[in-house]
């Protein structure tokens, strides 16, 4: 149980481009979802908090407008990441939560913007 | 401010012996700690999570201590297996933040 996946795994666009990466909680209603950025070797960075119905909660620093964040469903968000450049390429992660603590990660993004 | 340490980048061990790693935090109060599992270019496995109000948890090899005094996490793999080799994640969720903040990590390395 506790499943999340992301899609795409893995994509290459060009700088300018519009990216949109899917988070699902695939056996439980996520009232919750996170999305973090990792950098090689280093610990994931929080950009921001979605609640299902709700605008999400972005870090300091975070540009809401760069990286839009919705969370349409208990299953589903999605992270937009728009007019991208090579300095957002990184390895961007989703969580959810349920009813307990715990946080469920997806296997995570690489994107690389040429 | 604030701050997360866990105790070595990397850590080398041989097969059988026990692993232990550290985290510790500086300006918390977290409700509970949590403690995760990262193979290269995957996301985080959660292990395990530990309240404020435990002292330890344990989930077959895997032993987590809290100690809110100290301000410090100990995560121990006994018996340790080369496909334990992985980097390994403390996060702290503060009381009042409703989110958790990670550590850098630790990468574990068993030989066999």
């Known amino acids: 149980g506790a499943v999340v996946s992301q899609h795409p795994s893995r994509v290459i666009c060009k700088s300018g481009t519009s990216v949109k990466i899917e988070c699902r909680s695939l056996?439980?209603?996520?009232?919750?979802m996170f999305w973090y950025r990792q950098f090689p070797k280093k610990s994931l960075m929080l950009m921001a908090t979605?609640?299902?119905?709700?605008?999400?909660?972005?870090e300091q620093g975070v540009e809401k407008d760069k990286f839009l964040i919705n969370h349409a469903s208990l299953t589903l968000s999605t992270l937009t990441v728009t007019s991208a450049h090579p300095e957002d390429s990184s390895f961007y992660i989703c969580?959810?939560?349920?009813?307990?603590?715990?946080?469920?990660f997806g296997p995570g993004t690489r994107l690389t913007v040429l | 401010s604030q701050k997360i340490e866990q105790n070595s980048e990397a850590l080398n061990i041989q097969e059988g012996k026990t692993a232990t790693l550290t985290c510790n935090y500086t300006?918390?109060?977290?409700?509970?700690l949590q403690w995760y599992r990262q193979d290269p270019g995957r996301g985080p496995v959660f292990l395990l999570l530990?309240?404020?109000?435990?002292k330890e948890k344990r989930k077959e090899r895997l032993k987590v201590t809290f100690d809110t005094t100290l301000k410090q996490s100990l995560f121990h793999i006994t018996a340790s297996q080369p496909a334990d080799s992985a980097t390994y994640l403390c996060?702290?969720?503060?009381?009042?933040?409703?989110?958790?903040?990670f550590g850098d990590g630790t990468t574990l390395t068993v030989k066999p």
């Open positions: 979605s609640n299902e119905g709700s605008k999400a909660t972005y």
């Open positions: 056996d439980f209603q996520a009232t919750t």
């Open positions: 530990i309240r404020e109000n435990e």
């Open positions: 969580s959810a939560s349920g009813p307990t603590d715990t946080q469920y």
């Open positions: 996060a702290l969720d503060d009381t009042n933040a409703g989110k958790s903040t």
């Open positions: 300006n918390y109060s977290p409700a509970y």
